[in-house]
């Protein structure tokens, strides 16, 4: 926190192995993904999304970080692996908006210094760390999840939607890695273009219907099925597997990312050793009243595999 842009680039380096992206929030952030090893042909898949580091800044000064490494730790206040009984008993409260769909804490929050730190946990899981958020203490906890209350000028560009896409998948692959709870050789999941335009284009439809309640947009088994197969991905055959998440009204990635988690369906989708590829579809719906109130939604399809009808 505090550090310049030509500072964090000389921590992080240059390493053509690694991966480093520059995009912008939906908050309005300039955002520097950083992915170690990324493009390191040594590492195996899995190794490719340990370590994955979201940085926010603000005129060039660090105002943000996300963590999702199993070597996180800050100031010994919190690391990876720390339990949620741990933060609760610490002084650490837990936050309303990362609620999981059976209402239990999935998220707690603590403010040090001139920061907010989050801690997300894995409540359907281990009940310990795997991924923080650390932010100036400028902006509110609202301000960095809730599209309704935030104070924030969002923006919803192409451009910071498809990167909203990307860094979805890659937060989910580093809790699939670091966490081990998919019960697979290879922990992380592929990403595949002709899945991932279908998700686009069911998530378009659902903006493009000012559709703000996910459980009115779900779509059975044999609708998912036709949507894919008419985008060209065949599923005939014996014991072929398919499935989709559709969730709506967080802010960014870090927001879709753990409410995926924080959903007992979504988490299952995520961890089930069936699906071998997603594909992810990010839109939103603008509703102007005044001031603008935006609700993006984003869809996650998953397939056992890909073949050419």
């Known amino acids: 926190m505090g550090l310049t842009r030509d500072e964090v680039n000389t921590v992080l380096g240059s390493l053509k192995t690694d991966v480093k992206r520059t995009a912008k929030s939906p908050q309005g952030f300039d955002v520097i993904a950083f992915r170690a090893g ?56 837990d936050i309303d908006w990362y609620k999981t769909t059976a209402g239990d804490a999935a998220a707690y929050s603590k403010d040090v210094d001139n920061a907010t730190i989050i801690a997300f946990a894995d409540a359907y899981g281990d009940d310990k760390v795997y991924s923080i958020q650390i932010f100036n203490n400028a902006y509110s906890i609202a301000d960095m999840t809730q599209c309704t209350e935030t104070t924030l000028p969002m923006n919803y560009s192409a451009d910071v939607l498809t990167e909203m896409e990307t860094e979805t998948f890659e937060i989910l692959n580093a809790y699939l890695v670091n966490t081990g709870v998919r019960d697979a050789d290879v922990k992380a999941i592929r990403k595949n273009t002709k899945v991932s335009n279908v998700a686009r284009a069911y998530s378009k439809k659902i903006a493009d219907g000012r559709q703000t309640d996910a459980a009115d947009v779900e779509r059975d088994s044999a609708q998912i099925k036709t949507a894919l197969e008419n985008a060209g991905i065949s599923l005939s055959g014996k014991e072929r597997y398919w499935g989709e998440r559709i969730m709506i009204g967080n802010m960014d990635a870090i927001g879709f990312a753990n409410s995926a988690i924080e959903s007992e369906r979504s988490r299952s989708n995520l961890i089930n050793t069936c699906y071998g590829l997603c594909g992810i579809g990010a839109s939103v719906y603008t509703e102007s009243a005044g001031k603008a109130v935006y609700y993006p939604n984003m869809v996650i399809d998953f397939v056992d595999r890909v073949s050419a009808l």
């Not at 490719?48 to 800044?57: A, F, H, N, P």
């Open 38 to 93: 990324g493009n390191d042909t040594d590492k195996s898949f899995d190794e490719k999304y340990s370590t994955y580091i979201l940085i926010y800044l603000k005129d060039d000064i660090v105002v943000g970080i996300s963590g999702n490494a199993s070597s996180m730790n800050f100031d010994g206040t919190v690391s990876y692996g720390t339990s949620a009984a741990t933060l609760v008993s610490n002084g650490w409260v």
